[in-house]
């Protein structure tokens, strides 16, 4: 009996001494993990806004030149939140010569006033769609009306470039619609905080009206038919946090057919292709 009472007692203090060690050994182990600090909440998305002026050479709009031996000057100003944006563009040219104008009037004239508003979607991951409004206010010199597009269209990003197609169609006076494929690519530069865009697109010209893109050699066929390429090149470069500069080299070009006599039979220099250098400066905030 009294080997047995031993037996208990010696039993008893090695088991507590084993649970001691034990869970000395746990609140070892559970004192030294790292302990995670609290997830800070994602700052809350802010709409950004963007200051930009343009100077170009010559303004051309989807291959046909608006302008000729003169400067332009392009201020644009847009809003961006969550998908929404946007945007009022104006050409300034520093002296007009319009060869179609009701006047042939000399001298710095502001002669057109866009106003955008688009929204942008992320269907999946890099798929992104995009529709929107653009109204073209247009000098009464120039044009008889102003203009009126809805459009659609979307991007994907793939790791080296993006490409993306877009279908604009005019619901004003001289309906019909601008298809536009392009191809883009941006590139980090080694050299503070520089980057380097590329730009080429194809577009194509389905009119509904023989007034607003005659075809030259016959006037009662209406023009449906590839239009104008344009390759652009930008080179970004920051001059501080908000401010950016970005000096850019542009050419457009007609793309054969009965786009050489259209382009050229519009444009105000009468050229079917268009060299194009400026550089803006962009404030965003």
């Known amino acids: 009996m009294k080997r047995n009472f031993i037996g208990w007692v010696t039993g008893f203090f090695l088991v507590v001494a084993m649970a001691g060690f034990v869970g000395g050994g746990l609140s070892q182990a559970c004192a030294e993990e790292p302990v995670k600090p609290p997830e800070e909440p994602a700052p809350p998305e802010k709409p950004t806004w963007t200051l930009q002026t343009d100077v170009y050479n010559q303004y051309v709009f989807r291959g046909v030149a608006l ?9 644009s100003f847009t809003g961006a939140y969550k998908g929404l944006t946007v945007n009022v563009w104006g050409n300034f040219d520093t002296s007009e010569k319009n060869p179609f104008g009701v006047q042939k009037r000399r001298g710095p004239r502001w002669n057109e006033t866009d106003f ?10 890099s798929l992104n769609l995009t529709a929107g409004f653009i109204y073209y206010l247009l000098d009464k010199n120039n044009s008889a009306f102003d203009q ?7 991007g994907y990003k793939l790791p080296w470039f993006e490409f993306g197609f877009a279908a604009y169609r005019e619901v004003g006076d001289f309906p019909g619609t601008y298809l536009q ?3 883009t690519r941006s590139q980090e530069l080694p050299w503070y905080g520089m980057s380097l865009d590329l730009w080429a697109s194809w577009g194509a010209e389905l009119s509904d009206s023989k007034l607003a893109f005659p075809v030259p050699h016959d006037p009662t066929k ?3 038919s590839l239009h104008a390429g344009h390759l652009m090149a930008t080179l970004n470069i920051p001059l501080g946090k908000y401010v950016k500069f970005a000096p850019r080299v542009m050419y457009w070009y007609a793309l054969g057919g009965d786009s050489t006599a259209v382009i050229r039979g519009l444009s105000w220099d009468q050229k079917p292709n268009h060299f194009v250098g400026g550089a803006s400066i962009i404030v965003t905030f």
């Open 222 to 224: 209406l023009y449906r």
């Open 116 to 125: 955008t508003i688009s929204y942008t979607y992320e269907v999946i991951k």
């Open 181 to 183: 494929w392009y191809i």
């Open 67 to 75: 302008s000729r031996d003169s400067a332009v000057l392009q201020p």
């Open 148 to 154: 009126r597009e809805i459009y659609g269209g979307f």
